[in-house]
């Protein structure tokens, strides 16, 4: 069940673009490289950690419940699907980009 915050709370971690969905908080740093926050449960929303995935993308989005789309500083744009994470209700971000556009 979705619960209602009180407060702004800062999580450690440096990254210049933050996009959180259902059960999932994805983001990226100055260096491009792309993160997803662990340990996010209802007795702990900050979750524990950032996990690093594979790939580059200067901005980040969470699209609904089952997707990530993302945009590379060469203007291409990836999607990746999001899966439940072994236990509990939280969603981990995949790294398997596709391509869904290219501006040439």
């Known amino acids: 069940a979705d619960s209602a915050g009180s407060d702004w709370v800062q999580v450690p971690g440096g990254l210049k673009w933050v996009s959180s969905g259902r059960d999932i908080v994805v983001g990226v740093n100055s260096a491009d490289n792309i993160y ?9 929303p900050t979750g524990t950690d950032w996990v690093q995935v594979d790939g580059a993308l200067s ?41 869904i556009f290219w501006r040439s």
């Open 36 to 44: 997803y926050r662990v340990g996010i449960t209802p007795a702990n």
């Open 59 to 99: 901005q980040i989005d969470v699209d609904g419940a089952y997707s990530v789309v993302g945009a590379n500083s060469a203007s291409g744009i990836f999607k990746s699907e999001v899966a439940l994470a072994i236990s509990g209700p939280q969603r981990a971000l995949t790294g398997a980009w596709q391509q």
